[in-house]
């Protein structure tokens, strides 16, 4: 009888082991194009992504750079200080967004310009999202707003 059910356990053991592993294997398969890394743009000019990659630049639109096309097409350059990555983007902008404030787009980088799908602007005039502050700061050039 012990015999039996020891032999019972292992299975059960094993059998849970099994759909534990596949579960997570399925899950990581699924979020695959899910997961949208973070890059500021001297990292992008250091290591250029894949054009097929997806993935998020942050830091502060360049002033002078913010060029509105024909029909809903804008181009913009994003820096973090240490270097300028162009920006286009079809579709209409947030209204906060404007040259010299912090913004973060999703989307692909192809032949030199980054490709944004989505576009985030601040929110309020002290907010900025915690990987560009981090990515500005990095280069020296990140100030604190008066009040904080």
């Known amino acids: 009888m012990k015999s039996l059910k020891k032999k019972r356990r292992v299975q059960i053991i094993a059998i849970a082991a099994v759909a534990l592993i596949a579960s997570t294997a399925l899950i ?19 290591e250029p992504p894949a054009p097929t990659e997806v993935f998020r630049i942050g830091g502060l639109v ?7 096309g024909e029909g809903e097409t804008v ?7 240490g270097a300028a990555v162009p920006v286009t983007y079809t579709g209409v902008l947030p209204d906060l967004f404007a040259e010299n404030q912090g913004m973060v787009g999703t989307g692909t980088y192809e032949n030199g310009v980054f490709v ?7 929110h309020d005039e002290d907010y900025m999202p915690k990987e560009v502050i981090d990515s500005l700061k990095e280069q020296g050039v990140y100030q604190q707003p008066d009040g904080s």
Do not use: W
Not at 28 to 46: E, L
């Open 75 to 81: 181009r913009f350059n994003v820096t973090d200080g």
């Open 28 to 46: 990581g398969y699924a979020m695959r194009d899910g997961i949208n890394f973070f890059r500021s743009p001297s990292q992008i000019m250091a």
């Open 62 to 68: 360049e002033e002078g750079s913010l060029v509105r």
């Open 116 to 122: 944004a799908s989505e576009i985030l602007a601040k």
